[in-house]
């Protein structure tokens, strides 16, 4: 099925072989472990290392729940009236989806599904880039796309990407996509990654954005026995990304991240910036930096001994 579609989810998996979540789960971990597939949160792809790139059919079926929550969740950044660049991936056409609400919205794209998650919306411009399509996402690249962003200057850049690591920032696997994702950071004030906890700590070829200029992270909540997603997620903050956590539920084995999670931010305020985090973050209260590190350390600290 993998070698098929070239990417398969656990539920589908059962579904086909009428057993359970668990067991599939255990199977994919062997076969991983001979180097026929590898993992991914909630299912399973080819096996790949720096070079290659899922398209879009594999990547819409990987952490659907999870994307739909940071979709939810990063929508609220977005003011009435603004200017913003959205660029290609699946969380962000997600996200698209949710902008088609906000009135008096212009949204500068390269991608072919955000702009056609936002073509019916009366309130809503969209402005499309000039470039070469890749089939593969969907996307306009190439010379023609960075031209067209020449000049451009909007609040806010929304990306997506392959991998994020607190050491090179978001990176992805494709050389064009990612020269055209520094332009699209170049026309911003800010940057809002978008990235499921499964690309935490992953890292690609081509580094898109360095992480001391990524303003804001929207993730979901990693499962507690992911050790890898909470460190990188603690040295993010730690270099001054603040952080957004959403509540996913239909995490593997049914577990919901409780309601009071839907949204936190982590310390770690820009350099010259005041603690809050600026817009969309909203704090109930203020909590000064070093008592909400020392809170964040002790709950990944707990989460690890359960």
Known sequence: MVRANGAVSLRELARVVQTSEVTVRRDVRALEAEGLLDRRHGGAVLPGGFTRESGFPQKSHLA???KTA???LAANFVEEGE????GA????QELARRLARVPGLTVVTNSLLVAQA????NRVEVVMTGGTLRGSNYALVGSGAEQSLQGLRVSRAFLSGSGLTAE??????NMLSASVDRALVQAAS?????????KLGTDTMFQTVPTDVITRLVTD???SHDDRAHTELQALADQGVQIAVAGASGAPGGDEVPARRQQRALPGPRRGQAPGGGPGLRPAAPVPMEQGAERERARVADMRRR
């Open 64 to 66: 659907t729940a999870e």
């Open 70 to 72: 940071i979709a939810d």
């Open 83 to 86: 200017a913003i660049v959205v």
């Open 89 to 92: 991936g699946t969380t962000t």
């Open 118 to 121: 936002l073509a019916h919306a």
């Open 168 to 173: 090179r920032g978001l990176s992805t696997s």
């Open 190 to 198: 800010e940057v809002v990654v978008l990235a499921d906890h499964t």
């Open 221 to 223: 909540d990693p499962p």
